[in-house]
């Protein structure tokens, strides 16, 4: 096995645990969200079919400085309310969604950057 293939296993491994867990933070969490009449029309613009699970997990990620920047730009109908997702979300949504994002962008960053190295001739 090569360097590049060993080097590309690690976040793949990650990316497939970002998968599940963001089947499971859908299912246990923007379900949720997505019934409640105060939060349904909140959860951000949706580009394609899933798309408010990304923005749900985002919201309940970022610093709360970031989210206030967000709120008074004008496009902030594009993102989730987080103000109205912290009142409606529990302690272990709010855990599930951080680590589904991070690893999320962890293992597209990673996926990313190897893949731009090799381009570059890094790995031979």
Do not use: H
């Not at 949706?46 to 699970?53: L, R, T």
């Amino acid at each position: 096995m090569s360097l590049l293939a060993k080097l590309l296993a690690m976040p793949a491994a990650l990316a497939f645990v970002a998968c599940v867990l963001y089947v499971l933070f859908g299912q246990v969490t923007v379900r949720k969200l997505r019934k409640n009449p105060e939060t349904k029309g909140r959860l951000g613009i949706e580009f394609a079919s899933g798309w408010d699970i990304l923005n749900v997990a985002s919201a309940l990620s970022r610093p709360k400085w970031l989210n206030r920047k967000y709120k008074k730009s004008r496009l902030s109908s594009l993102v989730a309310n987080s103000d109205l997702l912290y009142q409606n979300t529990t302690l272990f949504d709010r855990i599930l969604a951080r680590t589904f994002w991070f690893s999320y962008v962890i293992s597209g960053t990673c996926i990313i950057l190897i893949l731009v190295l090799n381009w570059c001739g890094v790995f031979g």
